[in-house]
């Protein structure tokens, strides 16, 4: 039976079904649009989301009684609609997700009862629901995908597509325009060399942008940020871990790309290699956690805002943020596909940009199978259409551009504009490492062996011997794939009664006199409320007769029915309670002004004012800064005199006065 056949039968089946057969399942917000035909001769299709309210052109505010969307894309909205309504007598309705995607999908589809015929799939949660067997496998319907469908993962296909609205990487290479301009080693003949120069000449490779690097590193070695003077400008603040995956992919590697696992591969190990040597030469420079190659969130985002940073990696759309405050300074900022390795041609097909799966679309499981091929052919239409409107909205707009970057800049704006539009063009959906749920395994390896954290080997010795570590768990998932069995994978969730509580507690306590489960209510997603006090307390990462601030010292967990555990860490403070000693509080040499009309709560006093406030075994007690404000009138310039006083855990107390200056 030929493509055009079988899809001739669906629309005759659509013209066949009956309504209130394929309706059913949970409620949720739904549009109300009246299409063509009757409720009678339509067949419904619903679309479900964590956003589903905001993409339904139907609903209103309920503050205001107002549209949610905009006009002009509502407009867009309802006639992508009516386009599967007048073809396909197909009638779409918007699901609103009541909860947690992970949950509620698991929720409906072994309760019998899917929430949704076609579901979007937040970024990053695809791992999670891959790991719960509720997505219907497509492969007896590819006949009915209008484009090829979205590439097999665990040798199945699940997805209707993996890239939501995102067309270039999730966190591009961007720079401050204007600190590359002050650089006068980038000069040639007294003109900057910018990027895009490089990049148009095919010289934009993995050893140009080190030198670069270097080069911009040599000039702001002694330098201090506009905003944090106590800070200095770094070459490439950034997140080691963007920008391995951004090298990978630039020399034709990856974790999980199209062809499977690829992380014993030489262009991986080239990669990993190639970032090594930028840390090594600090070229690279990265927050990490003490003692980990784990990153604080978004460590490098703010440093760039505060121009800290000449270059760096952050998610497409804090680019409107980073702009704002770079304009507010009077700067720009400029975006730069990643650099390829000098081996390679410009024009080599395996030199791309990383693309990683965003929010996707599945069908769940327990969707009725004469309606699977109507709601491929209805989300591929839809989406189709909407996307051509949008397009011919945007057309010759700066909203082609997805990325709030300087494309009006005198020197490089209209260059950034073609490369932007480039690169993109030829940069489809590559990696699916965050969709398998192994990219943070892959990560942890490759971190460790970059830092040389736990005596960790070289990366070509440490991948060969944690790859278990990785291959193990997508081999569990495979074999649960291949089954029809649905898994509870949601571990129990913590919340803490008391939030931010630790535990402080004299030298000698007996931990098993302290009832640790008492600060927290545990519920799970099938079982709902457990017993808190079950929970298994694990208290060997502390110390109790020695004086110290144990971060997550204290471990709880407990299980549900399915066996999943959560987890929970209890921060710990072990004070000498018999001290009597002063604490010891030293101000800042040189502290920050306050503005006029500032704020005084939003001051951390603690942080901008005090360089150390310890007790006479070195607990940390900046927390415990107060700041007398009588004095201080933010309103009025001139300089003023705040007592910061700061008491210790066993109650001793020391202040200082500090001279603030209003301007």
Same mark, same amino acid.
């Given at each position: 039976?030929?493509?055009? !056949? ?13 309504? @209130? ?16 035909? #009757? ?23 309920? +503050? ?21 309504? =007048? ?21 409906? +589809?072994?309760?019998? =009862? ?13 791992? @999670? ?10 492969? =007896? ?17 699940? !997805? ?6 995102? @067309?270039?990487?999730? #966190? ?38 080190? =030198? ?20 200095? *400008? ?89 702009? @704002? ?81 300087? *494309? ?14 480039? #690169? ?7 990696? !699916? ?19 040389? *954290? ?42 803490? *009664? ?166």
């Amino acid at each position: 039976m030929n493509k055009n !056949f079988k899809k001739a039968l669906t629309l005759g089946l659509a013209c066949t079904m009956i309504l @209130t057969g394929c309706a059913g399942g949970q409620e949720g917000s739904k549009t109300e649009t009246a299409g063509k035909g #009757s409720e009678s001769d339509s067949v419904v299709i619903r679309f479900g989301s964590h956003a589903g309210n905001s993409m339904n052109p139907d609903y209103k505010d309920p +503050v205001t009684g107002e549209y949610a969307m905009s006009e002009e894309y509502r407009e867009i909205t309802l006639a992508a609609m009516k386009k599967v309504e =007048d073809e396909l007598n197909v009638k779409i309705e918007w699901v609103q997700f009541p909860g947690e995607t992970t949950e509620v999908l698991l929720q409906s +589809v072994m309760a019998g =009862d899917p929430v949704a015929d076609v579901v979007n799939l937040y970024a990053n949660s695809q791992g @999670t629901i891959l790991g719960q067997n509720i997505l219907q496998p497509l492969d =007896d319907y590819l006949e009915y995908f209008n484009e090829e469908a979205p590439a097999a993962l665990y040798g199945k296909h699940y !997805f209707l597509s993996v890239a939501g609205d995102y @067309t270039h990487p999730l #966190s591009p290479l961007f720079y401050n325009i204007d600190y590359i301009e002050q650089v006068d080693a980038l000069k040639e003949n007294g003109k900057t060399v910018y990027p895009t120069d490089l990049y148009k000449a095919g010289k934009w490779t993995w050893s140009t942008f080190e =030198d670069y690097l270097a080069k911009i590193e040599a000039h702001y070695a002694n330098s201090q940020a506009p905003e944090r003077p106590e800070k200095r *400008i770094d070459a490439y603040r950034t997140d080691y871990t963007e920008t391995l995956i951004q090298a990978m992919h630039s020399a034709g590697g990856s974790i999980y790309g199209d062809e499977g696992l690829a992380i014993e591969s030489q262009e991986t190990k080239d990669a990993v290699a190639f970032v090594q040597r930028l840390v090594d030469k600090k070229l690279l420079v990265c927050e990490l956690q003490e003692g980990t190659s784990n990153r604080p969130y978004n460590a490098q985002g703010a440093p760039f805002n505060q121009g800290e940073s000449v270059f760096t990696n952050i998610e497409d759309w804090r680019s409107g943020e980073a702009a @704002t405050k770079a304009a507010e300074r009077g700067q720009s900022i400029g975006f730069i596909p990643f650099p390829r390795p000098d081996h390679m041609e410009f024009d080599d097909p395996n030199y791309r940009q990383v693309r990683t799966g965003g929010e996707s679309w599945g069908i769940l499981r327990g969707v009725d199978e004469e309606k699977i091929p109507l709601a491929i052919q209805a989300y591929e239409m839809f989406m189709a259409e909407e996307t051509r409107l949008k397009k011919e909205l945007e057309a010759g707009t700066s909203s082609e551009i997805k990325l709030t970057i300087d *494309i009006y800049h005198p020197e490089i704006g209209a260059d950034m504009e073609a490369i932007y539009k480039e #690169s993109i063009a030829r940069t489809k959906v590559n990696e !699916f490492s965050n969709m398998t749920g192994v990219y943070w395994d892959f990560m942890q390896i490759a971190g460790d062996a970059i830092y040389g *954290i736990g005596g960790s080997p070289s990366y070509d010795v440490a991948i060969e011997a944690k790859k278990a570590l990785i291959t193990d768990k997508i081999s569990t998932v495979e074999k649960l794939l291949n089954t029809t069995e649905a898994k509870d994978n949601i571990p129990p969730a913590f919340t803490e *009664i008391e939030a931010g509580k630790s535990y402080t507690l004299p030298v000698g306590t007996d931990p098993s006199s302290i009832e640790w489960s008492a600060n927290y209510t545990v519920a799970d997603n099938l079982d709902g409320e457990l017993d808190a006090s079950q929970m298994t307390i694990d208290t060997s990462a502390v110390d109790f007769n020695t004086p110290g601030i144990y971060q997550g010292g204290v471990i709880g967990t407990l299980k549900d029915s399915n066996d999943n555990e959560g987890k929970v860490k209890i921060n710990v403070v072990i004070y000498d309670a018999n001290n009597t000693t002063a604490p010891t509080l030293t101000a800042k040499e040189a502290p920050r002004t306050i503005a006029l009309n500032e704020d005084t709560a939003t001051i951390n006093w603690a942080n901008d004012f005090v360089e150390t406030a310890v007790d006479k075994d070195g607990l940390d007690l900046k927390a415990n800064v107060v700041a007398d404000l009588s004095e201080l009138d933010t309103t009025a310039a001139g300089t003023y005199n705040v007592m910061l006083s700061v008491t210790d855990y066993a109650g001793n107390e020391a202040s200082q006065t500090v001279e603030v200056v209003v301007e």
